[in-house]
Antibody, heavy 121, light 108 residues
C-alpha cells in the first residue's frame, strides 16, 4: 500500500521560504508514468494545485505560483520536496503531497495526511 | 483560465436521500473531470475519474455523469459516512489542474 508521509516546519516567517518534504513508501517515485504533486488548502477554503514533477525532471506549476515555487525530487531517498519563496499570510494553508497520475485522467489518487503551515512573525 | 463552479455550495440531507451535485466548467473539457470527497481534517479521497469511472473500493451508490461543460455527482442513497465536502477537478488543461469550490453535504 502506497503511503505518503509529510514533514517540515509548521510555522514560517513572512518573506522567508516554506519547505516541505514528502517521503513515499510502498512504491518508487521513479516509476514510469507517475508524477508527484503538491496541493494546498487555505483554512476553510478549497483546494489549489501547486505543481507536479516527474522523476526525469519534467515539472508543471500553477501559473499563479510559478515564480515562487520549486518542486524537486530525490530518488535515492524516495522523497520529493516543495519550496515556496517570499511567503505571506496568504500562503497559510494545509499543504498536501499526492501521487499524480499524469495521463488523460490527470488525477491525484494517493495523498499525504496534510500539514498546516502558518505564515506569521 | 478555466472557471469552475459547483452547485449548490452546500446542502442539507437525510440518510437515505438521493443527492445530486453539479459541476460546471467555463470551457469544454470533454469527460476530463474527477470527483473527490473530503472529510474534516482529512485529505481528499478520489471517488470518480473521467466523469463516470468509479474508483476501486468506492461504493456503487456514487455515480458520475456528464460531458463538455456540465457534470453531476449523484449519491443514490446517502449514508452517514457520506457527510463531507465534494470537489470536482478538471484534468483537461494541463496548464493548471483546477478544482471546483466544493459542495458541503451535511445532515438535515
Amino acid at each position: 500500500q502506497l503511503q505518503l508521509q509529510q514533514s517540515g516546519p509548521g510555522l514560517v516567517k513572512p518573506s522567508e521560504t516554506l519547505s516541505l518534504t514528502c517521503t513515499v513508501s510502498g512504491g518508487s517515485i521513479s516509476s514510469n508514468g507517475l508524477y508527484w504533486g503538491w496541493i494546498r488548502q487555505p483554512p476553510g477554503k478549497g483546494l489549489e494545485w501547486i505543481g507536479s514533477m516527474y522523476y526525469s525532471g519534467s515539472t508543471y506549476y500553477n501559473p499563479s505560483l510559478k515564480s515562487r515555487v520549486t518542486i524537486s525530487l530525490d530518488s535515492s531517498k524516495n522523497q520529493f520536496s516543495l519550496k515556496v519563496r517570499s511567503v505571506t499570510a496568504a500562503d497559510t494553508a494545509v499543504y498536501y503531497c499526492a501521487r499524480h497520475i499524469f495521463d488523460s485522467s490527470n488525477l491525484f489518487d494517493y495523498w499525504g495526511e496534510g500539514m498546516l503551515v502558518t505564515v506569521s512573525s | 483560465d478555466i472557471q469552475m463552479t459547483q452547485s449548490p455550495s452546500s446542502l442539507s440531507a437525510s440518510v437515505g436521500d438521493r443527492v445530486t451535485i453539479t459541476c460546471r466548467t467555463s470551457q469544454n473539457i470533454k469527460n476530463y473531470l474527477n470527483w473527490y470527497q473530503q472529510k474534516p481534517g482529512k485529505a481528499p479521497k478520489l471517488l470518480i475519474s473521467a466523469a463516470s469511472s468509479l474508483q476501486s473500493g468506492v461504493p456503487s451508490r456514487f455515480s458520475g455523469s456528464g460531458y463538455g461543460t456540465d457534470f453531476t455527482l449523484t449519491i443514490s442513497s446517502l449514508q452517514p459516512e457520506d457527510f463531507a465536502t465534494y470537489y470536482c477537478q478538471q484534468s483537461y488543461f494541463t496548464t493548471s489542474f483546477t478544482f471546483g469550490p466544493g459542495t458541503q453535504v451535511d445532515m438535515k
